[in-house]
């Protein structure tokens, strides 16, 4: 039996697996795809974010290649730096600058140059596919199924760790506090910089900040599809910290709710 009180942890498992696989596929292609073509085939970009803005030369999506002037925060002279479609590039990288393309801002200073070419997205998108790699693979090796989606999320850390936070019923606080940890420092950093022309983050800061929102963001993913009550017999079942147990209000309970 295992901590949860559940025989197996296979979903969990598979979860924790896709979403390792899945971020691990695009994280590692970041760093290989501007292998995959000629140095200095890609320019300096700076396009905007969930949009398609250099997928050809001259059409509707190439936005990033029409832009002849500077407009401080969003585009700059692409012609100084050289056009760019990346639908004229090999199969695995257009897909993979075509999804940096869709997802990032693409903006050259904010992004690192590998093989003379910048990568397809920037240095906070990188951290932020780091943080949901590392936490696949945490949620695939400790991540449990306790019922509700608060107690599967904090499910990886070990019962004797939890046991006092079980005991004094601070659940909510440590749940709270792990996704202000996760969300805040990104929010603070991107947020300042986006209203303030003096204030410009730093690539360290976006990568850590990236990264503890990636984090933060799978490990409530991972928790919500992992979170089945219908694997249970009933809530008796769950084995939680400090053996402590859920319970349903009793009948006669039901029974006083009612007549008032």
């Known amino acids: 039996m295992l901590k949860n009180g559940l025989q197996n942890r296979s979903r969990e498992k598979k979860v924790g697996l896709w979403v390792a696989a899945t971020s691990g596929f695009l994280l590692f292609s970041f760093f290989i795809a501007p292998f995959t073509v000629e140095a200095g085939a890609i320019p300096k970009l700076s396009g905007r974010a969930n949009s398609l803005d250099y997928m050809t030369e001259n059409s509707t999506f190439s936005w990033g290649n029409q832009q002849t002037h500077d407009h401080g925060h969003v585009g700059h002279n692409q012609e100084e730096h050289g056009l760019f479609s990346w639908s004229d590039l090999n199969f695995y990288a257009a897909a993979i600058y075509a999804f940096g393309d869709l997802n990032c801002h693409q903006k050259h200073e904010r992004s690192w140059v590998i093989n003379e070419n910048q990568m397809p997205v920037c240095t906070r998108d990188v ?134």
């Not at 599967?152 to 909510?172: G, M, Q």
């Not at 979170?227 to 309970?253: G, I, T």
Request: glycine letters at 10%; one cysteine or more; charged letters at 15%.
């Open 127 to 260: 951290g932020i596919f780091a943080g949901v790699f590392l936490m696949g693979i945490v949620w695939h090796r400790y991540g449990h199924n306790r019922w509700t989606i608060k107690d599967s999320f904090l499910s990886i850390f070990p019962d004797k760790i939890l046991n006092s936070t079980y005991e004094n019923n601070r659940r909510n606080l440590l749940f709270l506090g792990i996704g202000a940890l996760a969300v805040i420092p990104i929010l603070f950093d991107g947020g300042v910089q986006a209203i303030s022309s003096g204030y410009e983050s730093g690539t360290i800061r976006r990568i850590i900040t990236g990264t503890l929102f990636g984090i933060g963001f799978i490990w409530f993913f991972c928790a919500s599809l992992s979170a089945k009550p219908s694997h249970f017999e009933d809530e008796s079942q769950v084995l939680l910290p400090a053996n402590a147990r859920f319970v349903q209000p009793s009948e006669e309970f039901h029974q006083e709710t009612s007549e008032e």
